[in-house]
């Protein structure tokens, strides 16, 4: 594949999970109430759909149509925003911008910003049970989703960041503060597009691409601590300097710049030996790793 076949395909898959997002805001989350405006405004507000695209990629991989995995792409991309309402909020890290717009809770209030937040979690698991794929994943498709955003993923990872806004973290702490508050979604991504291409979890191909997921999360974060002290408010639409702000123990403090940018390299390369027995079928997701380890914003 090459490069431009890739953004060509990640173009696609992109703007097919946002036409999808639309049709199910108006079934599920309609605009007449005010948290319904304000959980459509965060949720179609624009954002890269990493997690989304991987569901599809993973999917297609795995043998099936990408498209058989768009709802639960879609459902996942729900819950990662709900998360991002509560993450922005004065409780948590205290962003008034995201995306280069106004905050939700900014824009509609800490009250309905809460509302918004949990009316897409809930409409998430809405999608899930009523996606068009087999009853055995569909159940399969709600635990993993359950499990990536709960207290065993997502949610224990955000608990550890705020602990350790006051406790300095050490490097396996750190490790595994974003194995779970940013790795537990994505690693929930590629399962579901295998979920929905019917293929098991002990499978070689599962397996691999659970491997790539986790070392991919982590390319991913500390491309993020990167940016908060390198990149501007403009550039990323949010603002920088707040893990400063907020005291966080994050790669940059822990390895500084330039081991930072090491790390990220470190883990990317694992990324791809991770797809090394999967052959060509994988060379979307190598250049996803490429672009996330690159990116700018």
Known sequence: MTHEEYKQQLTAWAGLTE??????????????????????????????RVRAVLTLAACQLAGADAADALDYACA????????????????????????????????????????????????????LAHAKCSAESRIEAVQLLAKGGGDRGMLYGQELDKHFETVRAGEAELLNLHAHKTGALIIAAVELGCAAAGVRPDTDT?????????????????????????????????????????????????????????????????????????GPRADFLRLMAAELLERKK
Request: charged share 25%.
């Open 76 to 127: 996942l991309e729900m819950l990662h925003c709900y998360s991002l309402i509560h993450d922005d909020m004065p409780c948590m890290d205290n962003d008034d911008f995201r995306r280069g717009r106004p905050s939700c809770h900014k824009q509609f209030g800490e009250a309905t910003a809460l509302l918004a937040a949990d009316a897409l979690v809930t409409a998430a698991f809405e999608v």
């Open 206 to 278: 599962r397996k691999a691409l659970v491997r790539y997921a986790a070392e991919l999360g982590l390319v991913f974060q500390i491309v993020d601590d990167i940016l908060d002290v390198t990149s501007t408010t403009e550039e990323l639409g949010k603002p920088v300097g707040s893990d400063a702000d907020n005291d966080k123990t994050t790669f940059i403090t822990l390895y500084g710049l330039q081991g930072a940018h090491e790390e990220a390299e470190r883990h990317n390369t694992a990324a791809l030996a991770a797809l090394d027995a999967l």
């Open 19 to 48: 036409k999808r997002l639309a049709a199910l805001c108006d079934e599920y989350l309609p605009q007449q109430s005010e948290l319904g405006q304000a959980a459509r405004y965060s949720l179609l507000g624009g954002g890269k």
